[in-house]
C-alpha cells in the first residue's frame, strides 16, 4: 500500500462532511481538513504496521488491594471490543500486525505470581516488555467504565513516557459517554493530554476507515466518529456516524488474543462463577448489541444508539464452538442489553445450543427484560445450559417505574418470577434501585413488597447514581436535586452496571453509622428519604430480602445454590460481613450437617472488634453460638409480619 501525503488530498465537491471546529479562531471547514492532515502527517511517519490494542488496568494501584487479588475477588473480563477491533483489522488489513494487550489481566496476573508485586513497578515492567520495546506504530486504548478513567490517564502517561512519538488513541464507552456533555469531554482532554484521537461509539467501521486514511487508502473528509487533537491544540470532531450494521456484526471476535483459557485463573467473570468449579474456565459472548428500552438512569444508548441490532444465530453458535473446542471454555457470560430481544431467534439459539450439546453453561449478568421471561422461553433456556440470570425491575412502584420508563409493570415482574420459581437450576436475581427522585418511603415499601412476593433467589439492591448524559441526570440538574459535579462520577457506565452504585457484594463504611432494623418504622410514609436514609433502607432490604430469606428456604437445588453464592460471599467478596458468615454457617449445616470451626472463629473476631455488629446481632436474635452449637433460630419473616401488622402500609400484597 503507498502512503499518499495528506496535504495532496483535493478536496471534493461534494457537500460538506459535518466537521465540528471546537475552536473559535478556526474560520473554515478546509482549515480543518488541512489541520488534521498535517496532525495525521507529523503522527504517523509511515503507514500502520503493527498496532497494539489496549485495556488498562480496572483501578490505579491507589485502589488496588493485593489481598483481594490473590483470592480472585476481581473481575478479569476479556477485552472482548478491542478483539472484535482486531478481529476486523485482520479482514481488511492482513499486512498489519496486531496485538492486544489486556493490562487488567497482566496485573492480576503479576500480583498472584508475583510474592513482591508493587503495583506501579509492575504496571511499568508489563507496559515495558508487552509494548514499548515492540515497536508499535499506533497504541490505542479503551475505557468501559468511567470509574476507570483515573487508570486509563495513568497508563497514557506511562506510555508517554516510553513512546515519546507514538501517536495514543483512545476510545470506548467511558470516552463516548464524556463527549456526549462539554464539561466531561473538557475533563477527558484535559486529563487525557497525551491522547489525540478520541474515537466514539462502536469502533468496528470508523476504526477501520481511520487506518484507511492514515495508510493512504481514503481522504481525511471520510473519517468518521473521531475528534483529533490537531497541532495547534484545538480539537476536530468528525461526527458523521459509521455505526456497524446488521451485516457487520456477524463477527467472531479475535479470542485467540485475549488470554481466554487463563482469565478466570486470575478473577472472576459474571455473577455466577460461584455455580461453577473453581477451576472452570469463563469468557463472554456479544449477541444482540443495544436495548429496546429506554429506562431513564440507563446509558446503554448513548453508545449503541436507540433499537437492537441482532446478530445472526448461526454466527453466535460459530463462536461459542470456537470458545469450546478452541480455548476449552465451560461458561460464558452474555454481554448483552436485551438478549432475549427477539423470542423466536432465542427459542432457535437454544434449540441448537441442546442439539450440539457443547457441554457449556452461560448467564445473563447483565440482566434481562422480564417481559421476555415466558414459560417456553426459559424453559428452553434451562435445558440450554443458562444457570443464572438478573431481570431489571428496580422498583415495585407503578409511579416510579412509570417515571423511569421501565419495560415493564408490577405484574410483568410478578409473572416473570412465577415463570422463573419453576426453572430451578436457574438461579434467578432481581436488579432493584431506590432514591429516585419523589420516590416515598411508601413507593420503596411496594418495591420491598413487590421484591418479597417475587421470592426470586437473591436482589442486587442499589441506590441510584445519576449518570451525566441521562434523561433523569438532566432532570435532577434542572430541578437543583444534583450539582454538575463530574469529578464525583466515577461509576460504571457501561452495559455492566448500567449506572448504577451497587452495593450488592460491599458493605460501605458509612454503614457502620446505620440502625436499619427499623428504617421504615415511626417514618412519615409520604416522605421522601434522606441520602443518609437511604442507606438504612438498602442495609433494611438487603438483610430481609436476601440474607433473612435464606430461614425459609427448603428446596434443595436452591439451598445447593444460595450455598455456593454465601460461600464465595463469605469466603471471597465480603470476608468481614457477619451476616455472610452467619448464613454460610447455617445453610453448611443444611448441607453438610456440621459448621466449619473457622466460620465461627471468623464471625468471633468481627463481632468483638465491633459494636455495630453485635447490636445488629442481637437485634436479629442471632448469636454466633448458632454456629457453635449447629442449632440455628427457625427464622422470622419480618417483611410479611411488616405488612400484615400495618394494614395500613401501601403494599402490593393487599
Ligand atoms: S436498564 Fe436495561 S432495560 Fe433499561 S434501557 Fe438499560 S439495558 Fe435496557
Same mark, same amino acid.
Given at each position: ?198 474515537? /466514539? #461509539? +462502536?469502533?468496528?467501521?470508523?476504526? $477501520?476507515?481511520? =487506518? !484507511?486514511?492514515?495508510?493512504?487508502? &481514503?481522504?481525511? *473528509? %471520510? @473519517? ?99 470458545? /469450546? #473446542? +478452541?480455548?476449552?471454555?465451560?461458561? $460464558?457470560?452474555? =454481554? !448483552?442489553?436485551?438478549?432475549?430481544? &427477539?423470542?423466536? *431467534? %432465542? @427459542? ?307
Amino acid at each position: 500500500m503507498k502512503k499518499i501525503k495528506h496535504r495532496e488530498l483535493a478536496l471534493t465537491s461534494e457537500p460538506p462532511p459535518p466537521i465540528v471546529d471546537l475552536c473559535d479562531n478556526l474560520a473554515t471547514r478546509k482549515e480543518c481538513i488541512r489541520l488534521v492532515e498535517s496532525k495525521l502527517d507529523t503522527s504517523f511517519d509511515t503507514v500502520v504496521r503493527r498496532l497494539f490494542l489496549v485495556m488498562p488496568p480496572d483501578m490505579t494501584g491507589k485502589d488496588f488491594d493485593v489481598e483481594k487479588a490473590r483470592r480472585r475477588r476481581y473481575r478479569n473480563y476479556p477485552a472482548y471490543g478491542l478483539g472484535l477491533l482486531a478481529a476486523k483489522i485482520r479482514q481488511f488489513f492482513p499486512d498489519i500486525e496486531v496485538h492486544v494487550v489486556n493490562l487488567n489481566h497482566e496485573i492480576l496476573k503479576s500480583a498472584n505470581n508475583d510474592g513482591n508485586f508493587e503495583f506501579a513497578n509492575s504496571l511499568n515492567q508489563i507496559i515495558t516488555n508487552r509494548i514499548s520495546t515492540k515497536n508499535p506504530c499506533f497504541v490505542a486504548l479503551t475505557c468501559m467504565f468511567s470509574q476507570t478513567h483515573d487508570s486509563l490517564v495513568n497508563v497514557c502517561n506511562v506510555l508517554r513516557q516510553r513512546l515519546k512519538n507514538v501517536p495514543l488513541g483512545v476510545g470506548g464507552v467511558h470516552v463516548t459517554n464524556s463527549f456526549a456533555n462539554e464539561q466531561t469531554r473538557k475533563n477527558l482532554i484535559n486529563d487525557l493530554k497525551f491522547c489525540d484521537f478520541f474515537f /466514539r #461509539y +462502536e469502533g468496528e467501521e470508523s476504526f $477501520i476507515q481511520f =487506518l !484507511d486514511v492514515i495508510n493512504g487508502n &481514503d481522504k481525511v *473528509e %471520510s @473519517l468518521a466518529q473521531l475528534a483529533c487533537r490537531a497541532t495547534n491544540n484545538s480539537l476536530i470532531e468528525f461526527k458523521r456516524k459509521l455505526v456497524p450494521e446488521k451485516k457487520h456484526i456477524n463477527i467472531i471476535t479475535a479470542h485467540d488474543l485475549l488470554d481466554t483459557k487463563d482469565l478466570s485463573k486470575f478473577g472472576n467473570i459474571g455473577s455466577f462463577y460461584c455455580h461453577k468449579p473453581v477451576d472452570a474456565k469463563f469468557s463472554t459472548v456479544l449477541s444482540n448489541r443495544g436495548c429496546r428500552a429506554q429506562c431513564s438512569f440507563c446509558s446503554v444508548r448513548n453508545f449503541n444508539g436507540v433499537g437492537v441490532r441482532r446478530r445472526s444465530v448461526e454466527s453466535v453458535l460459530e463462536e461459542l464452538k470456537v470458545l /469450546r #473446542y +478452541e480455548h476449552d471454555i465451560d461458561h $460464558i457470560m452474555w =454481554l !448483552d442489553d436485551d438478549f432475549l430481544y &427477539d423470542r423466536a *431467534e %432465542s @427459542l432457535k439459539l437454544f434449540d441448537l445450543l441442546i442439539k450440539e450439546n457443547l457441554g457449556m453453561t452461560w448467564d445473563c449478568s447483565n440482566g434481562v427484560i422480564a417481559a421476555s421471561c415466558k414459560e417456553d422461553v426459559m424453559s428452553a433456556a434451562e435445558e440450554a445450559g443458562c444457570i443464572g440470570l438478573l431481570i431489571g425491575m428496580e422498583s415495585g412502584s407503578r409511579r416510579v417505574l412509570r417515571e423511569i420508563k421501565k419495560p415493564g409493570t408490577v405484574d410483568t415482574f410478578l409473572r416473570a418470577a412465577e415463570v422463573l420459581r419453576t426453572k430451578t437450576k436457574i438461579n434467578s436475581r432481581v436488579f432493584l434501585m431506590i432514591g429516585f427522585p419523589g420516590e416515598t418511603f411508601s413507593e420503596i415499601y411496594e418495591t420491598v413488597s413487590v421484591a418479597s412476593q417475587m421470592n426470586l433467589d437473591w436482589h442486587q439492591i442499589a441506590v441510584l447514581q445519576p449518570l451525566p448524559n441521562t434523561p433523569i441526570y438532566e432532570s435532577m440538574l434542572a430541578e437543583g436535586l444534583i450539582e454538575a459535579d463530574f469529578d464525583s462520577i466515577r461509576w460504571n457506565t457501561g452495559s455492566i452496571g448500567k449506572g448504577k452504585n451497587s452495593r450488592d457484594d460491599d458493605i460501605p463504611s458509612d454503614l457502620q453509622a446505620c440502625d436499619f432494623k427499623d428504617a421504615f418504622r415511626l417514618k412519615d410514609m409520604s416522605a421522601i428519604p434522606s441520602r443518609r436514609e437511604l442507606d438504612d433502607i438498602w442495609a433494611y432490604m438487603n438483610f430481609h430480602l436476601n440474607f433473612n430469606k435464606l430461614f425459609f428456604e427448603r428446596r434443595s437445588e436452591k439451598l445447593r445454590q444460595q450455598y455456593n453464592y454465601l460461600l464465595s460471599l463469605s469466603g471471597v467478596v465480603v470476608p468481614e460481613n457477619v451476616f455472610a458468615i452467619y448464613f454460610t454457617a447455617y445453610l453448611q449445616m443444611q448441607a453438610e450437617g456440621k459448621v466449619d470451626s473457622s466460620l465461627y472463629e471468623n464471625l468471633k473476631v468481627v463481632l468483638n472488634s465491633s459494636a455495630y455488629w453485635r447490636d445488629r446481632f442481637a437485634e436479629f436474635g442471632l448469636h454466633p453460638e448458632h454456629l457453635l452449637e449447629g442449632k440455628f433460630p427457625a427464622g422470622i419473616d419480618y417483611i410479611r409480619d411488616a405488612i400484615a401488622s400495618e394494614a395500613d402500609l401501601p403494599t402490593q400484597l393487599e
